[in-house]
Every structure is written in structure tokens, then in C-alpha cells.
């Protein structure tokens, strides 16, 4: 089935925050003690990565809120909103930021100093980043199970997941960005590499945070639920015998929680009270078999 959100993308979210935490103080002192461009749009890279996890997680705890008076369906769009907002961050505090640096390092170069602690955090990075992504891959693959990674990608609707693996994979690419640059900055004694790699993080931060925004804008906006569960529902509702016809099914995924709207044709001869109870057991049915199906509205018709 579709993916079920709730412990596996809490538990990538929790293995991101600690190595980006560790990593940012880590970077943080590298930066100062060198004077490295590069290692200090690291250092912010990691510590908006830091705080990007806990609105991730902010906005997962918020989305299972119970529907009340002034939000019927829920709060699950709370959780597309808060990713939205992550990948703003990503391409502002990331990004932007990353660019000035080295901008600002080409126009007012300084002296760099003791660059093999540079290039020993930042391989120490590589590491941590390498466990944090292991661990979005790992929680990917238990939700995705048989499915192909790029047909997850393409199809999932878990805004928090998707945020995560563009973080991590940001992340890995920058540090590797940044070992470079440091390196041959280490060599060479030219300072101007290492402005030139603050600049290059900041183009892949910013070509992720505008992928990353793009997909969350299309679940923010309203989009169906995930093909599997499409095909879920159709098959359960196809293979009741007393439904004659479906003039139409509509799904949207609302956070981590399904919505179904479906409008159906009932064999002949069914009186109300039989139809009533026979469109009961078919939600019913269609609940069981799909845990993140919260709301389903069935409508007999003759016509559509």
C-alpha cells in the first residue's frame, strides 16, 4: 500500500536533526579558526538544516490534530505548509547566503589558516551526512516496499520525507563541494577557490530548495491521493457485485490522511434501507483495506 507516514518519517526527521546539529557546531569552529568561506556557508547551511527539522517536525505533530468546528477535515495541509516553508529557508538562509559569502570573500579576501582542520570536519561531515541519508533511505525503502525508488519519488505524498532526502542529498553534495575547494585552496594558498566553493554550494542549495518547492507547492495547491491507493479504491469498489456502475471517484490527499468522493449506481431493485446499509459496509470495507483513508463520502445516483 501507499505510504503511512507517521513513525518512519519521524524517525528520518529525528536521525537528520542530530547529524546536522552536530555537524553545524562542529563546522562553526572549523570556520572561525580558519577563516574559510566555504566551511562558514557550510556551518549555516547545516544550522538551517538544524531548525528545518524541527518545523518538519512541527508540522507532522500538527497535521494529526483532531478536526474541530473551524477545520472539519483536519490540519493534515499543516505539514505540506510547514515543508513549504523548509525549502524557502533551504534556498534564503542556504542558498543566498552561501553566495554572498563567497562574493564577499572574492572582494575582500583573507588569509586562510590551519586548513587541514577544515578538511578534517568536513570529511568527518561527510560521514554523518552519510548516516542521516542512510537513514531517510532506509525509512524510504520500508514505506515504498516493492516500488521502484524513482516511481516513490515521483508518486508519494509525504511532503516530509521528500524535504528530508533533498536536505541530506544537498548536504552531501555541498560538503563534497567544499572538500574540493578547501583542498585546493589548502594547496594552491589561493584563498579565491574557496570563495568560488561557498558559490557553488549555494547554486546546488538553490537548484534543490526550487525542486523541493515545487513539489510541495503541488500538494499545498490539492493533489489526488497516490496511484496505489487510487488503484485500491477502484479495484474494492469494482469488485462489488450489487454496484452496477462508478460515475466518478475523487481522492486528495489532505496531509497524511486520504479523502474519498465518489458517486455510484446501485443494481435495480435495491430498496433504501438496503442501499443505505450496503454503502456503510462498502466504507467500511474501503477503511479497513486503507488505513489512511479518514473520509469517505458515497453517493447513489442514476445519473451522474
Known amino acids: 500500500m501507499a505510504d503511512s507516514p507517521h513513525g518512519g518519517t519521524a524517525r528520518a526527521i529525528l536521525y537528520a536533526f542530530l547529524a546536522n546539529g552536530g555537524i553545524a557546531l562542529a563546522k562553526t569552529w572549523a ?12 556551518a549555516i547551511h547545516s544550522y538551517a538544516d538544524t531548525g528545518n527539522q524541527i518545523l518538519l517536525y512541527l508540522g507532522l505533530k500538527q497535521a494529526r490534530r ?43 579576501p583573507e588569509p586562510l589558516t590551519d586548513m587541514w582542520i577544515a578538511i578534517s570536519v568536513l570529511g568527518i561531515a561527510v ?19 516493492e516500488r521502484p525508488f524513482r516511481n516513490w519519488l515521483k508518486h508519494t505524498r509525504n511532503s516530509e520525507l521528500i524535504v ?12 563534497t563541494l567544499a572538500l574540493v575547494f578547501v583542498s585546493m585552496a589548502a594547496i594552491t594558498g589561493d584563498s579565491m577557490f574557496d570563495a568560488i566553493g561557498s558559490m557553488c554550494i ?79 459496509a462498502l466504507e467500511r470495507h474501503l477503511k479497513r483495506e486503507i488505513p489512511d483513508l479518514k473520509w469517505c463520502f458515497i453517493e447513489p445516483d442514476v445519473t451522474d
Open 127 to 145: 560521514l554523518l551526512e552519510s548516516f542521516s541519508l542512510m537513514g531517510c533511505l532506509r525509512e524510504i525503502s520500508a514505506m515504498r516496499g
Open 66 to 108: 483532531a478536526p474541530d468546528k473551524e477545520h472539519p477535515l483536519g490540519y493534515g495541509k499543516l505539514s505540506y505548509f510547514w515543508s513549504f516553508i523548509v525549502a524557502l529557508m533551504l534556498f534564503s538562509l542556504g542558498g543566498l547566503f552561501s553566495i554572498y559569502e563567497g562574493v564577499h570573500k572574492i572582494n575582500h
Open 202 to 280: 549555494g547554486v546546488i542549495l538553490i537548484l534543490i530548495s526550487v525542486f523541493l518547492t515545487m513539489r510541495v507547492q503541488s500538494l499545498l495547491v490539492g493533489r489526488s491521493a497516490d496511484p496505489m491507493i487510487q488503484k485500491a479504491i477502484s479495484e474494492i469498489i469494482n469488485q462489488d457485485e450489487d454496484i452496477e456502475h462508478v460515475f466518478n471517484a475523487i481522492t486528495l490527499q489532505f496531509g497524511p490522511d486520504t479523502i474519498l468522493a465518489a458517486k455510484i449506481k446501485l443494481k435495480s431493485g435495491i430498496d433504501i434501507d438496503t442501499a443505505v446499509d450496503h454503502i456503510n
Open 164 to 175: 528530508v532526502l533533498g536536505e541530506d542529498v544537498a548536504a552531501l553534495l555541498g560538503l
Open 31 to 42: 570556520a572561525w579558526h580558519t577563516g574559510s568561506g566555504s566551511m562558514l556557508a557550510e
